[in-house]
């Protein structure tokens, strides 16, 4: 019982490796299919040729689906939208977003008094009986999914809490997705990952369930956990409710396959796709996340996501006039057919790699007749391209090292100068690793008032909370460890009367806590 | 006069993050509520200064509060459609215009919030070409200008109006007052007639707003380098092209108070740069020499994308040009330097203009 399978569904491939400990013991590549389940299913397949089901202790995904939903506007549901803050409010989510997404999702927006101020105190006690009346309306338009904020929830979260347990009464058929649950400091942006995920939900139900029968189907019994944005995983209780968490798991499952890979903690990471190249940084084996808002399929959110800079650079990218120019355009997954090493008629940068000496890949012959002035400016560019992103990726000037994982990575063993690259064996299926070397982590991202208490307090204090959620998670209460701190002081605040604090602790997976609870019982 | 629809104020809040020097808050809440109202009033009327009546009543509308408090309490329509009138109630005076106080972040556009609704025209002016921290640090504090009397508004209606002896402690009753309901507010301040206003702005800082804003699209969209476009357009100087190596950072009193260290590329290379900030960009040197220093403007935009990178964004690996713009004429006369310069906030240089020290 000590061997991990993890899967990674990409957009073109779905990956699966096996470990023991943090050995690779099988792995395969497989296409993606349209349902996920039916390219799972193929993947496991293929690994259990090579392994014992009964030997298998836990299975780890990773998938993109809940991302592609959202760019498509596709199986999500209509949102009723409360928000507790001081009537009547001038400013809503939804005025951002995509027209065809915004067409799905609906303006179903309420609004009721409540909400917090930044230092805890009340901004408008909460109007219950106009709450009432709000579910009541909810009921009528006959909403089951119902995204809930509060002004300042993440400072204070009972207001919301309490706005909760009232919709939950009032409509008893419905799921409500509390917005500190989901999002940072920054209302319109929580409120729009907060509205995202209850637009989930129904598609959420589904894609769990249908890997919860694909890995039963194949004969594997222990628990199947969903990669999260920030390296972590989380149950499929959990999946269910929060399917916005594993949006941005992809680029998360390469980094953390990277430093299995590798044995490294820091460093950067560059993952070489067919289109793209996908560069974060490393920290403390994870990656570093995102501190800012960013565009989510066109919609401005806030939630734990790795910073991730993607680069017009994979296999598949055009080599044009001489080699001066390499990209953006790209055949893409038409690389098998396009590129000259596949008999195609395209110059990509697989072929120029090719032709100055990286592995073998297709028929190295048929990439001989590029000249080598073209090899060497095309090679000259993508070192410079890296270089730079690179150097973006880092915090500080100190050395660090270079990690390449992906499809592509062997490709780069053919660039002059960048000779520094660490370019693990099984490169190929990081991701997958990455899915399988999973680790449970709590968060918290809080503003506290220092008006009672010092920073150190509040600190500890947070630091224990975060630990706690890590155990409740599913981490080893013995191995959890805190990876990340940080405590931004909010200017314009004279006495410094506030602190934002965002603490992370991880620790290896055992179980989560209802299933623990579950094994003692 | 022109008509800001909201095109325009898209290009007026892009160009107005360069004029916040690094500082003035993130636009964007502010935009927001602009766009708002331009959605349910239609455009609103920007007219030239020279357009003003001597005697006009004029007022600078503009949002007080904290950056961080201003992304999760967003400030309500309802407050800039209420701030004139509640300022006609306590003065008894009819207001013709409104005017930003400042045309750098946030509080470029904020004005459009209360025009709208109440049937005024913006003044194509500010009382700083640009973002500073304080209440009192306006060109008309420097004519003798009072910021009283002036009205506060938070959104549960209370309502602070305040008669001051000096504008300095004007600030310090709004920062009190702001703090109590919770760190967000409306205000409308700086009375003053059209004569005065004429004497006292700074003439056509929306414009320069829009325009710098309108050139760093059209240079996207032309592919050709938005940071040569802005310093084409605004005479200004191009102080270094580099990479931050290091920045220090540090919270005290309420602000935010660091460096930023950079190696140079391009025809900088070999060289060093180090730019102070205080919530807005203060002061630069290259090689331990002081190239441009408060009242003028100091902006990092990115190399290639030309995206301005505030001062509490900044950070190690960004490849910059850091441009510095000339400060309207307000605040190169000795009281304006007195007020703005760079020994007010504690730089033991004395101040003297960007352009000529380039030179």
């Given at each position: 019982m000590s061997l991990r399978i993890g899967v990674d569904v990409g957009g073109t491939n779905t990956d699966a490796a096996v470990l023991d400990g943090s050995r690779v013991v099988a792995s395969t590549k497989s296409p993606t299919t349209p349902d996920v389940t039916s390219g799972i299913l193929v993947a496991l397949t293929e690994v259990l040729h090579d392994v014992?089901?009964?030997?298998?202790s836990s299975v780890f995904i990773g998938t993109t689906h809940f991302i592609n939903a959202i760019a498509q506007a596709r199986g999500l549901e209509p949102v009723a939208f409360v928000r507790l803050a001081t009537p009547p409010q001038s400013m809503f989510p939804h005025s951002g977003w995509p027209e065809h997404l915004r067409a799905v999702v609906g303006e179903h927006i309420f609004v009721c008094a409540g909400g917090s101020q930044f230092d805890g105190r009340l901004l408008s006690e909460l109007d219950e009986p106009g709450l009432r009346a709000i579910a009541a309306e909810i009921r009528a338009a006959g909403l089951r999914r119902v995204a809930l904020s509060s002004v300042f929830s993440s400072v204070n979260p009972e207001p919301e809490d309490r706005a909760a347990a009232i919709l939950a009464e009032e409509l008893p058929d419905a799921t409500i997705t509390k917005s500190a649950d989901v999002g940072r400091v920054g209302l319109l942006e929580r409120e729009n990952a907060t509205i995202l995920n209850a637009a989930l939900l129904g598609l959420a139900e589904n894609v769990v369930d249908g890997l919860e029968k694909v890995v039963a189907g194949v004969g594997i019994a222990a628990p199947v956990l969903l990669s999260q944005n920030d390296g972590t995983v989380m149950s499929l209780d959990r999946a269910r409710a929060y399917p916005i968490f594993t949006i941005a798991s992809g680029p998360t499952n390469s980094m953390r396959g990277a430093a299995l890979l590798t044995g490294l903690q820091d460093g950067v990471v560059v993952d070489v796709g067919g289109t793209t190249s996908d560069i974060g940084l490393l920290q403390n084996g994870f990656p570093r996340e995102s501190t800012v808002a960013m565009s989510l399929a066109g919609v401005r959110s806030n939630f734990r996501i790795p910073d991730v800079f993607s680069l017009a650079?994979?296999?598949?990218t055009i080599v044009a006039d001489g080699g001066a120019v390499v990209g953006p355009e790209s055949v893409g997954y038409r690389i098998t057919e396009e590129a000259l090493v596949f008999g195609g008629s395209t110059v990509t940068f697989t072929d120029v790699a090719v032709a100055a000496g990286a592995p073998e890949v297709g028929e190295a012959a048929r990439a001989a007749g590029i000249d080598a002035a073209t090899t060497e400016r095309a090679l000259g560019v993508v070192r410079d391209r890296l270089v730079h992103a690179v150097e973006r990726t880092k915090l500080s000037e100190d050395a660090v090292p270079v990690i390449v994982v992906g499809g592509g990575a062997p490709l780069l063993k053919a660039v002059p100068g960048l000779e520094d690259l660490v370019i693990p064996d099984q490169a190929g299926v990081a991701n997958a690793v990455g899915a399988a070397f999973a680790e449970a982590g709590g968060e918290v991202d809080r503003t506290y008032s220092l008006a009672t208490r010092t920073r150190a307090e509040v600190l500890a204090e947070a630091e224990e909370e975060a630990c706690r959620l890590a155990v409740e998670a599913g981490a080893d209460p013995e191995l959890v460890r805190v990876i990340d701190v940080e405590d931004v002081p909010l200017t314009h605040l004279p006495g410094g009367g506030a602190v934002h604090v965002r603490i992370k602790a991880v620790g290896p997976f055992t179980a989560t806590k209802s299933e623990l609870e579950g094994a003692l019982a | 006069m022109k008509l800001i629809d909201e095109q325009a104020l898209l290009d007026m809040t892009l160009g107005s993050t360069i004029l916040g020097s690094g500082g003035g808050g993130d636009p964007h809440v502010g935009m927001l509520l602009a766009r708002d109202a331009i959605r349910k009033h239609g455009p609103v009327p920007l007219v030239d200064l020279?357009?003003?009546?001597?005697d006009a009543n004029i007022v600078f509308i503009a949002g007080i509060g904290a950056p961080g408090v201003l992304i999760e309490k967003l400030p309500r329509a309802a407050e800039y459609e209420r701030v004139l009138q509640e300022l006609e109630r306590f003065t008894g005076q009819k207001y013709d215009y409104v005017c930003p106080a400042?045309?750098?972040?946030?509080?470029?556009?904020?004005p459009f919030a209360c025009a709208g609704p109440s049937g005024v025209p913006v003044i194509d002016?500010?009382?700083?070409?640009r973002a500073f921290p304080k209440l009192e640090m306006v060109t008309p504090t420097l004519y003798g200008g009072k910021a009283t009397p002036f009205v506060m508004l938070d959104e549960h209606g209370n309502t602070m109006f305040a008669e001051t002896a000096t504008n300095a402690w004007a600030e310090d009753y709004a920062r009190a007052g702001v703090l109590a309901s919770g760190a967000n507010a409306a205000m409308a301040l700086y009375p003053m007639t059209g004569a005065e206003a004429k004497q006292r702005l700074v003439r056509g800082a929306l414009t320069t707003a829009s325009d710098i804003g309108r050139a760093i699209r059209e240079a996207r969209e032309q592919h050709v380098n938005p940071v040569q476009a802005v310093l084409d357009q605004q005479d200004g100087v191009l102080l270094f092209t580099g990479k931050v190596q290091s920045v220090q950072r540090q919270n005290k009193d309420g602000w935010t108070i660091g460096e930023a260290t950079m190696v140079g590329l391009d025809?900088?290379?070999g060289q060093e740069f180090v730019m102070y900030f205080q919530n807005e960009n203060l002061a630069a040197t290259r090689n331990g020499e002081f190239v441009a220093t408060t009242p003028d403007l100091i902006m990092a935009m990115e190399l290639d994308s030309g995206e301005p990178i505030p001062s509490e964004v900044i950070r190690y690996g960004y490849r910059v040009a850091v441009i510095g713009l000339p400060a309207d004429a307000h605040w190169r006369t000795p009281a304006g330097v007195e007020i703005s310069g760079p020994r007010r906030f504690g730089y033991d240089t004395d101040f003297r203009a960007v352009e000529e020290i380039a030179g």
């Open positions: 014992d089901a009964a030997d298998v650079l994979g296999g598949g | 020279e357009e003003v009546p001597d400042e045309a750098g972040g946030l509080n470029a556009v904020t002016a500010d009382g700083m070409g025809a900088f290379e």
